[in-house]
């Protein structure tokens, strides 16, 4: 039988790592993380069919999707 897998809860608090992420997203999103990387989980998004990304709401209330592994 499969294991479920293992999610982060929503409302946890996070910590994004630039350097995974640095290379796809907006040099703008760059900046902002750089100063502040701390986030909280607010929902799920499936990325592929097979793995989930997690919706995180910033400091500055805008929302964006990661992946599991660029985040702590």
């Known amino acids: 039988m499969a294991k479920p897998a293992?999610?982060?809860?929503?409302?946890?608090?996070?910590?994004?790592?630039?350097?995974?992420?640095?290379?796809?997203?907006?040099?703008?999103?760059?900046?902002?993380?750089?100063?502040?990387p701390r986030a909280t989980v607010i929902d799920y998004k499936m990325t592929d069919g097979m793995g989930i990304g997690l919706v995180l709401k910033l400091k500055d209330g805008s929302q964006n999707w990661f992946f599991e592994d660029e985040v702590s």
């Open 6 to 36: 293992s999610l982060t809860r929503i409302g946890s608090k996070i910590k994004i790592n630039i350097e995974r992420v640095r290379d796809r997203i907006p040099s703008d999103l760059i900046q902002q993380i750089s100063e502040d």
